[in-house]
Every structure is written in structure tokens, then in C-alpha cells.
């Protein structure tokens, strides 16, 4: 959902906040996933705890898509469309593609938050520390955009080992872009 996001936003696609001031979309910083999982695997939780692994400071989807925006040097949308609404838009055959929006990406959209204690308490026991999601999210924008660049850069000179295509967000993963063949 946030690759989705970026690529709409910086293709200038989106045009609306899914959903409402109070929803938001539940990140964590991969750098953090990442230790606590290679802690997890030194460490194991006790039998049957379970985690729910995301940042309680996720900003709304609205201040999200800002700080996205900002970074992108784009317009970021300001009117919201309510989810339900974009779900049934997301049914009608082609709209997937129209909207380069997958209808499953509408149900990480949340109004509710989660309790994080548990995981505060366990980052703290194994001295892990929150990064700050906002300089991430940031990071991610221009990782983002100079990928793209880069891209575009391969697209049109093309390169020894394959050629780089930019990706269609409503066909590609992120995975998918680049074939040796070409």
C-alpha cells in the first residue's frame, strides 16, 4: 500500500484521501522490523505471545500523504473520499487499472488504533528504540523518486545487462521491474 501510495501521489493519480481525517495507515519502520525479528530469532517470545508489530505514531493518511508530498515536490490531495465508496468504485471491472488502486489495499486503511504497550515493553526489554517513522517515510519518498529517475534514466539509453521500465502499479510488484531479457 505505500509503494501504491507514492506512485500515485508522484504521478499526480491521486486526487483524494481515502477515507477520513481519523483514518491512517499502520507502518513500521522496516530498519526496526528488522532488529526485532533478528532479536526475536536470539530471543523468542514466551509461548503463545504474539506481537503486533507497528508504530503507534503512524501519522493519519492525510498527514501521511503531506509529508509524502513534500518530499516528492507534488500537490498532495486535501479532500477525502469515504472507503466504502472508493470499494465499490474498485469493483467495477477495469477500475483497478483505471485507478491504479487494488481494492485489497483499501483494508490496511484503519479508523482504529492498536494497543502497542505490549511491543513498547518488548523493544524496551531488548533495548530496541523507535527510529523516527516521519524521517523513514521521508527517506522512503526519495527513495522513491530517485528509482524512478533512475529508471526513466535506463528506459531511454537502455543498459548492458537489461533494460529498466518504470512499473505499472496496477500490474507490477515492486519486484518485477527489471528484465534481463529485454
Not at 484521501?17 to 495507515?25: E, K, V
Request: charged letters at 25%.
Amino acid at each position: 500500500p505505500l509503494y501504491e501510495l507514492l506512485d500515485n501521489l508522484a504521478q499526480g493519480r491521486l486526487h483524494g484521501i481515502p477515507g477520513s481525517p481519523a483514518h491512517w495507515l499502520p507502518l513500521i519502520s522496516v530498519d526496526l522490523l528488522v532488529a526485532l525479528l533478528a532479536s526475536l530469532v536470539e530471543r523468542p517470545l514466551g509461548n503463545g505471545s504474539e506481537l503486533l508489530a507497528l508504530d503507534p505514531h503512524s501519522p493519519s493518511l492525510g498527514e501521511l500523504l503531506a509529508l509524502l508530498a513534500e518530499e516528492l515536490d507534488v500537490a498532495a490531495p486535501s479532500r477525502y473520499v469515504p472507503v466504502g465508496l472508493l470499494a465499490a468504485l474498485l469493483r467495477l471491472p477495469g477500475a483497478e487499472r483505471l485507478l491504479h488502486s487494488r481494492r485489497e489495499s483499501l483494508a490496511f486503511i484503519r479508523r482504529e488504533r492498536y494497543d502497542c504497550t505490549p511491543l513498547q515493553a518488548e523493544l524496551q526489554a531488548r533495548q530496541l528504540v523507535w527510529p523516527d517513522l516521519r524521517q523513514a517515510l521521508r527517506a522512503s519518498a526519495r527513495h522513491y523518486r530517485d528509482s524512478r529517475s533512475q529508471a526513466a534514466q535506463c528506459s531511454d539509453t537502455g543498459s548492458r545487462h537489461g533494460r529498466m521500465r518504470a512499473p505499472d502499479a496496477a500490474t507490477d510488484s515492486p519486484h518485477e521491474r527489471f528484465d534481463p531479457t529485454a
